[in-house]
């Protein structure tokens, strides 16, 4: 299965990453995953990996409603490194973590703050 989404990165001329909508999307579509191949009783390894296309400038905002950014990506695509799950069924919202992590990885973080020990996705910033 493939996604597609613009996360909206620009905000008034500056090419911000809004973490808490890239986490959400993550995490939705893991678990999307994981119902979908539920419903089909369907028991095969999986990979789950990111690719953004055009991501160079991007940065990562240092907190909520902030321009100022921790980091920016320099290079045109950023291939998060894939996740292989041999059984997804219960096991989505770690998934999700986990890709998370990844790509916050990419940006100096060592975790994504958007996920508790258990894989439940939380927006911080609210």
Known sequence: MEYFSEWGWHKEGTNLMFPPV???TIFD???LVEEIY???G????MVFGIVLTHPDGIGYPRRSNSD???AAWSTPVLDVPAIFEDHLAGNGRMVAADLANHLWNAFGFEKCQYFDVEGEFKDVDR
């Open 42 to 45: 369907a028991v095969v390894p």
């Open 22 to 24: 890239v986490a959400g």
């Open 38 to 40: 539920a419903l089909l």
């Open 29 to 31: 579509f893991v678990l």
């Open 68 to 70: 100022e950014t921790v």
